[in-house]
């Protein structure tokens, strides 16, 4: 009998896990939803969500900013908070902001490069020698920087000498523009 009292337990322990783990997954499906107000990417893959953690009906998110003086992250925390909220089971959402480890460009996604540059947003790339700035239009580096402050803290502004256009550049923490 000790046996199936052991099985028993183990079974209930599984389940356990496997309900939690479904409802983390539903979170981290959610926040997958939840776009950066400045910018036309999911907060998931700019990469400033750091963990996820839930307790019975209590859900603790963990968030990492690109900025620490970015203007969206009371937005972003409401808005996490209003999301996941709506999740059945859940009764209280906390969001906190998390400075320890600094954002930096490799957490964004391949995604969310992509969806900037469509958008005409220039996102600097390792392979390209001193990090050059690529116009989302044309393709070229043929390109100057006309102001280091751009619409958000992290953005500048670059204009292309090939097609003439103005180019939007998402720029990290830390990053002087040339």
């Known amino acids: 009998m000790v046996t199936d009292e052991r099985t028993a337990e183990g079974q209930m322990a599984e389940a356990q896990i496997a309900e939690a783990q479904t409802g983390e997954e539903q979170i981290w499906t959610v926040l997958a939803t939840i776009a950066d107000p400045e910018l036309p990417v999911?907060?998931?893959d700019l990469g400033l969500i750091e963990a996820v953690y839930r307790d019975g009906t209590r859900v603790r998110v963990t968030m990492v900013p690109t900025f620490s003086a970015c203007?969206?992250?009371?937005?972003?925390?409401?808005?996490i908070r209003r999301r996941l909220q709506t999740l059945p089971g859940v009764d209280a959402v906390e969001v906190t902001v998390s400075?320890?480890?600094?954002?930096t460009m490799?957490?964004?996604?391949?995604?969310?490069?992509a969806r900037l540059f469509s958008h005409g947003v220039s996102v600097r790339r390792e392979d390209r020698a001193g990090g050059s700035v690529e116009c989302p239009f044309?393709?070229?580096?043929?390109?100057r920087l006309e102001n280091?402050?751009?619409?958000?803290?992290?953005?500048?502004i670059y204009y292309c000498l090939d097609c003439r256009n103005p180019i939007e550049r998402f720029r990290p923490p830390g990053e002087v523009p040339e």
């Open 148 to 156: 280091p402050f751009g619409p958000t803290l992290c953005r500048a």
């Open 42 to 44: 999911a907060i998931t």
């Open 71 to 79: 203007p969206a992250i009371g937005m972003i925390r409401e808005e």
């Open 138 to 143: 044309c393709g070229s580096t043929n390109t």
């Open 106 to 113: 490799a957490r964004m996604t391949p995604t969310a490069r």
């Open 99 to 103: 400075f320890a480890v600094p954002w």
